[in-house]
């Protein structure tokens, strides 16, 4: 499992060292990517910071915001290929999973530029999740990103109850959850 890192910009000799010491070490270890990945997340997160360092303290937000993304895509069975969820769901073509997807009854996040995922929890009792299509189109009007979907259907809501958008949906809450989108997605827009 040979690696080559690049970089855009010349690191200092020093953290140079650190990043061939950690390369072999990750690759001693046989780690994938994702892994080595969280396992740089914990280290930087145990890593002092001093507060009066603005540079240090925004790059431990920007580091934490990339786990964050991760971590919603894997909630909840994570990200689907169109083939699995149209297995999912019980459909025998992909297709049906486009256009399930361009007319707004679902929605996906690129996995990479040829490739998307599918949130597995948008699948609920062999079928669609009841009231998926409305709050989508609650937060889709508004322009919010595949990121802040997600981040939305998963995360609790103090407005809710504490419950979770997903939650909601599947105890047969639409209409709380679609007034609610139809509040949060207007929200910065």
């Known amino acids: ?34 892994d080595a990945l969280h396992l ?8 002092p910071v001093d507060q009066k360092d603005q540079n240090a303290a925004f790059e431990r937000v920007r580091l934490r915001s990339l786990g964050v993304v991760e971590e919603v895509r894997d909630m909840e069975g994570g990200g689907l290929s169109d083939a699995e969820f149209a297995a999912r769901l019980g459909v025998s073509a992909r297709e049906t999973v486009r256009n399930y997807r361009e007319k707004g009854r679902i929605f996906a996040w690129e996995k990479d530029a040829r490739n998307l995922r599918y949130p597995a929890w948008q699948i609920h009792d062999g079928g669609l999740l ?3 299509t409305e709050v989508l189109a609650a ?15 998963l995360s609790e809501s103090e407005e809710l109850g504490g419950k979770r958008p997903l939650d ?21 827009a």
């Open 139 to 153: 937060l889709t009007k508004h322009g919010r990103s595949a990121f802040a979907i997600a981040n939305y259907f």
């Open 130 to 132: 009841p009231g998926l």
């Open 168 to 188: 909601l949906l599947r105890a047969k809450r639409a209409e709380e959850v679609k007034a609610h989108a139809e509040r949060y997605g207007s929200i910065g």
């Open 40 to 47: 740089l997340l914990v280290t930087g997160e145990k890593l």
């Open 1 to 34: 499992m040979a690696r080559t890192l690049t970089f855009d910009g010349k690191l200092p000799a020093r953290q140079m060292k650190v990043v061939n010491a950690l390369t072999a070490v990750i690759e001693a270890a046989e780690l994938a990517t994702q």
